[in-house]
């Protein structure tokens, strides 16, 4: 059973940055997708940022050119790194993955909840203005 633990979140004011991280056990790295997604209060969980196996990188309209998304496939770790955050960044934040390509690599399926098998329990970002 694939395990994932994010870490990283935390409070901080606009404009400023935080690193997040997830630490995967059982999974292969070399495998499948993995990616961030967001859920705010009263809205929908909502795909942020995606890394294919063939690093291959996606990204919400929302967070272009603030978020980067990378892995140290050493250390079985995701990173999402958030630069010149908003108030509407705020959210809790989950990692994601799915060791079958075919089932988040085409189309719009990277930001597809039913796409990735294995979720983390979240970590909580604030941005205040």
């Known amino acids: 059973q694939v395990q994932l633990v994010e870490s990283g979140g935390g409070s901080v004011q606009a404009g400023g940055s935080l690193r997040l991280s997830c630490a995967a056990s059982?999974?292969?790295?070399?495998?499948?997708?993995m990616g961030w997604f967001r859920q705010a209060p009263g809205k929908e969980r909502e795909g942020v940022a995606t890394?294919?196996?063939?690093?291959?990188?996606n990204y919400a309209d929302s967070v272009k050119g603030r978020f980067t998304i990378s892995q140290d496939n050493t250390k079985n770790t995701l990173y999402l790194q958030m630069d010149s955050l908003k108030p509407e960044d705020t959210a809790t934040y989950y990692c994601?993955?799915?060791?079958?390509?075919?089932?988040?690599?085409?189309?719009?399926?990277?930001?597809?909840?039913?796409?990735?098998?294995?979720w983390g329990q979240g970590t909580q970002v604030t941005v205040s203005s």
């Open positions: 890394i294919f196996i063939n690093g291959v990188t």
């Open positions: 059982r999974y292969t790295y070399s495998s499948g997708c």
């Open positions: 994601a993955a799915e060791t079958r390509f075919i089932s988040c690599a085409y189309g719009n399926r990277w930001s597809s909840i039913p796409a990735y098998r294995y």
